[in-house]
């Protein structure tokens, strides 16, 4: 099993930066593909970012150029840095992990992005 807890979560304005992290009860070597989600209200839950064990990221288009994923896998810690960020970024954004076949999440931290 894997516990997940996200912090960093809070109120920014439009244009300014936020970093999420996601910390893990175990060691992150083993854990192929880690990730951010989000959900807004009213909305499905949605990809953020996931990064491999190596390191390579994929992101949605809609955070392409603003977003960037890291993991430091020694620390056991994953990251989102998010840059010019929008109101329609607005969600709880949650960290997943995907562990022999299994999704894990965190409790999920509220992003609000104001005008």
């Known amino acids: 099993q894997v516990q997940l807890v996200e912090s960093g979560g809070g109120l920014v304005q439009a244009g300014g930066s936020q970093r999420l992290s996601c910390a893990a009860s175990?060691?992150?070597?083993?854990?192929?593909?880690m990730g951010w989600y989000r959900q807004a209200p009213g909305k499905e839950r949605e990809l953020v970012a996931r990064i491999t064990a190596s390191g390579t990221p994929h992101y949605a288009d809609s955070v392409k150029g603003r977003f960037t994923i890291s993991r430091d896998n020694a620390k056991n810690l994953m990251y989102l840095q998010m840059n010019s960020l929008k109101p329609e970024d607005t969600a709880v954004y949650y960290c997943?992990?995907?562990?022999?076949?299994?999704?894990?999440w965190g409790q999920g931290t509220q992003v609000t992005v104001s005008s």
């Open positions: 175990r060691s992150i070597f083993s854990i192929n593909v």
């Open positions: 997943n992990a995907n562990y022999w076949g299994l999704d894990y």
